[in-house]
Every structure is written in structure tokens, then in C-alpha cells.
């Protein structure tokens, strides 16, 4: 009847007394997923976060197989883990895996920030809000009534169109394949914007330039105009850790140049605030990683 371990009887008040008594909080679990993923800088990121702001928390790197990512979220979802950043390759998996989108994730189509409950899986998008915050706070070039030039429209271009817009930027889409940038643009129709190729840029100007391709990865020339960039211009490359042809091309012309390195810290602030309801202050941050 009141039978314990070890074959010791326990009395119902004594049971209910060890029932009740309070267990320590377990500290909340966070990861990035991607493949690969040892680079990946996040969980340092998210260790500087929840130091700063006091939160308990665990974050580390899972490289999930190419065709694993959905075995994934379920075992970690399982295990009562909080949340996940998504890198690539999976953010377009990880859109297919939510069961609530927000207005960005829909916006952009992929997610790289997912949130578990009971109630299910929440994805959202934090890239766009990302570099909005980056070269608005951290550049210090406001964006409402700026001539934008967004170079690409691969998946990159996709998550930041709709924050970019939002801001109050006039917006250009050019990519290498015309009409990619005209098929993304239609997806604003109620917004100004135009899409089509670097061929059609001869003669315009722009006050910030961003280029959201992957040409830096293999040091591709720059298909851009000389004369783009209008006077105290902004060029901002996503990639960081390096010089690309793009941010040297823009420095022989003039341009401020920044890197995407705050616009990384401030995708991970977004994503630490959808998880724990903190804001953390994102400068010492940037400003570690770059010493």
C-alpha cells in the first residue's frame, strides 16, 4: 500500500510532503542547426547574451544530417529543449516544420528561428530585422526615404525585403537572372518596388547598396556600375570575415562599407527576445568579436 524503496513503508502525508517539495529549475536547452556548423558563432553569442542579461541557459551547435533536419527538430523537441536557430541548409525545412508562422516568416518563406510549446512549433524570421537594426543603430543610416539596392534574390534577399520595406526604403531587387528579381518583387505588389538585371542599373544611384549574394565566397567581380553609389553612400556585404570584391569595388568608389557581422549579433538579439522575452544589448557584443 505505502510502499517506498527499499521496501520501506511511507505514510500518504509523507508521500504527498515528498511530492511537493520544489525541484531546481533545469536550465532552459537551446541549439543552431546547420550543416555544417562548427564555425557557427552562435553559442558563444547566446553565452554573452545570457550572461549579460541573467538568463539560465544552454546553447550549442547540432550539425543535423542533409536529410535529417525534421528527425531532428522532433528528438529535440522531445527532449524538452526550448527553441532552435536554423542555418543552412534548412531554413526552407525548418518553414515546412512550423505549425505558426509569423507575418516575416511567411513574408520570406523560411525560417531561422523556431520556438517549442506544448502547443506546437513557432517559426519567425529574424534576418530582416537583423540588418534593419544593424545599419540603422549600429551604421547610423536611417532608411526611411533611402534609394536601396538589394543585390540577389536567392533566400538571403528573401528574409529582408519586407523589414527593408517596413522601414520606409525605396527598393531595387537586381540579380544575375532578371527574372528571379522580377518574381520577388511581384510579391510586393503593394509596395513600389522593381526587380530586374545589373544591366538595368546604368545611370541610377543608390544611398545603400547590400549585397545579399554569395559572390564573396568565390571572389566574383562586382556587376556593378561605376557612379552607383550616390554621395555618403552605405555598401553592406552580409558575409564578414573577409574583404569581398563587392566591399572593394565600393571602397575604391566612395562608399562607407560594413560588414555583416552586427547584422549576425542582431538576428541572434531578435531571436534571444522571441525565447526569453529579454532584449539584450547587442554593441559590447559586436564589439568583442571584433577585437
Given amino acids: 500500500m505505502n510502499l517506498l524503496n527499499d521496501g520501506v513503508l511511507v505514510s500518504p502525508v509523507t508521500m504527498r510532503a515528498i511530492d511537493d517539495t520544489p525541484r531546481p529549475k533545469m536550465t532552459d536547452r537551446y541549439a543552431v542547426i546547420g550543416n555544417p556548423i ?90 530582416g530585422a537583423g540588418l534593419v537594426r544593424d545599419i540603422e ?12 539596392l538589394l543585390m540577389g534574390a536567392g533566400g538571403a534577399s528573401c528574409g529582408v525585403v519586407l523589414p527593408l520595406l517596413t522601414a520606409g526604403a525605396t527598393l531595387t531587387i537586381a540579380n544575375r537572372t532578371a527574372q528571379k528579381a522580377v518574381d520577388l518583387a511581384d510579391k510586393f505588389l503593394e509596395f513600389r518596388i522593381r526587380g530586374g538585371s545589373y544591366d538595368e542599373l546604368a545611370g541610377a544611384q543608390f544611398d545603400v547598396i547590400i549585397n545579399a549574394t554569395s559572390a564573396g565566397l568565390t571572389d566574383s567581380e562586382v556587376p556593378l556600375p561605376a557612379g552607383i553609389f550616390a554621395a555618403n553612400a552605405l555598401a553592406y556585404d552580409m558575409m564578414y570575415g573577409r574583404e569581398t570584391p563587392f566591399m572593394k569595388f565600393a571602397r575604391e568608389q566612395g562608399a562607407t562599407v560594413a560588414d555583416g557581422l552586427g547584422m549576425l549579433v542582431e538576428q541572434a538579439a531578435e531571436a534571444f527576445y522571441i525565447w526569453r522575452g529579454v532584449r539584450p544589448l547587442t554593441a559590447p557584443v559586436i564589439t ?3 577585437l
Fill in 38 to 127: 562548427s564555425h557557427s558563432k552562435s553559442p558563444l553569442i547566446h553565452a554573452l547574451f545570457a550572461t549579460q542579461t541573467g538568463q539560465d541557459i544552454a546553447y550549442e551547435a547540432i550539425e543535423a544530417p542533409l536529410d535529417g533536419f525534421f528527425d531532428t527538430i522532433i528528438r529535440l523537441h522531445c527532449a524538452g529543449y526550448k527553441g532552435c536557430n536554423v542555418t543552412v541548409p534548412f531554413k526552407f525545412d525548418a518553414y515546412e516544420s512550423a505549425s505558426e508562422l509569423s507575418e516575416r516568416a511567411l513574408s520570406a518563406q523560411a525560417v531561422n528561428t523556431l520556438k517549442f510549446s506544448e502547443d506546437g512549433i513557432a517559426g519567425d524570421n529574424t534576418d
Fill in 137 to 148: 543603430q549600429n551604421c547610423g543610416v536611417q532608411l526611411r526615404g533611402k534609394r536601396v
Fill in 288 to 290: 568583442q568579436f571584433r
